[in-house]
């Protein structure tokens, strides 16, 4: 069964990276595309908030943001 997000405590959101800015890392050859994208995502504050998650028992494969 599928929820309205105006009945559920969060949206979902999909994300379809194409190539880009959010994909890219910086390599001795300069920027190039790379996979793991939520795993640098985790990496930052800003677009994880780890301690909600962990309370929540959230799996690895999802991010929460604050």
């Known amino acids: 069964m ?20 959010l994909c890219m890392v910086n390599t001795e050859h300069g920027y190039t595309a790379a996979p793991g994208l939520a795993n640098r995502l985790k990496d930052n504050a800003i677009f ?3 301690k909600h998650a962990e309370t929540i028992v959230l799996g690895d494969e999802w991010l929460v943001t604050p």
Do not use: E, M, P
């Open 2 to 21: 599928i929820q309205h997000t105006i009945t559920k405590d969060y949206a979902d959101v999909l994300l379809i990276v194409t190539g880009g800015t």
């Open 48 to 50: 994880y908030d780890k």
